[in-house]
């Protein structure tokens, strides 16, 4: 089994504390040892970009820290390698880790599609269009209320990311923007760390006809592990919890267009049962004593991404 993570915020965290991927260290949630006993075959790498640097040095912030994820990769000898094509899919296994790397606000485009083409060439395969504000592609969640959706800048993102090859990540979008970027797609879209607005009315949770919608576009949600998404009282949220949005997940959208978003580094509190990277295949046990058949949390575990990418990045 592989399992593939969809969204986790720890290379902003090893920049600006100065650590390394190579070491534990309590203050985090994931490094190279915590993935290896995780299983772990891909993690999804997103780079978030601070109040601070919008509108302005978004793009800059990125590249600071894009460069501190080099370093650690030349300390490691040139590991944890990167996944950028549908050839690399085919090496993504359960005992060495691999990173996807995204870019959690299209803030760093700072309006310039030629932007979006620099970032593909440096590696970036996902693009999470907004953060919760507007910016210069859309409205976020927090904006919900003005019925924004894509501006026309941000119709352009869309198509070109789906000319390069690059994931498109809604979460986080208001819904209008959601349904526009699906009416105009040509590839399968994720909302990469998302749960279920049904079980918690939260405005970053995915209503009932969003996951039907990213269902019939071949796309893929990944459920968040945020305890403030998962239930009333975020200090008594458990693991359960997480199954019980995974789980009507999969009765809304279908067994292939389910998987996990862990927020991992990028959240405050977690789950009792899961406390970091280490725990994710007790997962597969619980879905596996509920009676899931090997095929069913194969795919929620990490198939549907991988099969959602093979689908959307370049041949090599």
């Not at 991927?21 to 985090?28: A, L, P, T, V």
């Not at 296994?93 to 060439?121: D, M």
């Not at 071949?218 to 199954?243: A, K, R, S, W």
Request: charged share 20%.
């Amino acid at each position: 089994m592989i399992i593939v993570d969809g969204h986790c915020d720890t290379l902003l965290k090893l920049f600006k504390n100065k650590h390394s991927f190579w070491e534990y260290n309590e203050d985090r949630h994931l490094d190279w040892l915590r993935l290896k006993k995780g299983q772990v075959g891909l993690q999804f790498m997103s780079i978030y970009i601070e109040p601070q640097y919008k509108p302005f040095g978004s793009l800059s912030r990125v590249l600071e820290v894009l460069d501190y994820f080099h370093q650690q990769q030349r300390e490691g000898y040139g590991f944890p390698l990167t996944v950028t094509s549908k050839k690399d899919l085919l090496d993504v296994n359960s005992s060495e880790p691999r990173v996807l790397l995204a870019i959690e606000g299209g803030e760093a485009l700072e309006g310039k599609l030629s932007n979006l083409r620099i970032l593909f060439k440096l590696g970036f395969r996902s693009l999470t269009l907004t953060w919760n504000q507007r910016n210069q592609i859309a409205d976020g969640v927090w904006e919900k209320d003005t019925g924004g959706g894509l501006t026309n800048f941000g119709r352009e993102v869309v198509k070109e990311m789906n000319s390069l090859g690059m994931l498109i990540d809604v979460s986080h979008l208001a819904e209008r923007g959601f349904w526009e970027v699906l009416s105009l797609s040509t590839q399968p879209i994720a909302a990469t760390h998302s749960s279920c607005y049904s079980l918690h009315q939260h405005p970053r949770n995915l209503t009932d006809a969003q996951l039907q919608a990213l269902a019939k576009k071949q796309g893929i949600v990944g459920i968040n592990f945020y305890p403030h998404f998962l239930g009333e009282n975020p200090y008594n949220i458990t693991i359960e919890d997480v199954l019980r949005h995974l789980i009507h997940a999969v009765e809304v959208a279908g067994i292939d267009h389910v998987g996990l978003g862990s927020d991992f580094d990028g959240i405050e509190l977690t789950p009792q049962g899961l406390s970091d990277g280490t725990y994710l295949p007790c997962l597969a046990n619980r879905l596996a004593r509920l009676g899931w058949k090997d095929e069913e949390i194969k795919k929620v575990m990490g198939g549907n991404y991988l099969r959602v990418l093979q689908q959307i990045l370049p041949e090599e």
